[in-house]
């Protein structure tokens, strides 16, 4: 059982930046590969980000191509999403999930655990 805690959501301005942490813990944080996800209300669970057990693989949705930078810090058990040139249409619950380690993936169905997620809300 691995559990995953975010932190870092709120509301920032259109434009603007926030960074989320998520924190690993239960198993060993180095064997999995970490994603990050949105879902905004009416709408299905959206890729993000992901990147691999290693740090060094890294993809992200098209969407956020270029504004969005995910990175993991094994030794403290957390992945992180840096935001930047934040917009709108961002506002969304933002979740946390680890897979077993292999090809990174941009299917929800392929991650095992889960955050409870945290709230970004960006404003005009």
């Known amino acids: 059982q691995v559990q995953l805690v975010e932190s870092g959501g709120g509301l920032v301005q259109a434009g603007g930046s926030l960074k989320l942490s998520c924190a690993a813990s239960?198993?060993?944080?180095?064997?999995?590969?970490m994603g990050w996800f949105r879902q905004a209300p009416g709408a299905e669970r959206e890729f993000v980000a992901a990147v691999s057990w290693s740090g060094i693989t890294t993809y992200y949705g098209d969407s956020v191509k270029g504004r969005f930078t995910i990175s993991r810090d094994n030794a403290k058990n957390t992945v992180y999403l840096q935001m930047n040139s934040l917009k709108p249409e961002d506002t969304a619950g933002y979740y946390c999930?680890?897979?077993?380690?292999?090809?990174?993936?941009?299917?929800?169905?392929?991650?095992?655990?889960w955050g409870q997620g945290t709230q970004v809300t960006v404003s005009l």
């Open positions: 999930a680890a897979a077993q380690t292999g090809r990174l993936s941009l299917r929800v169905l392929e991650y095992d655990y």
């Open positions: 239960g198993r060993t944080f180095r064997s999995y590969n």
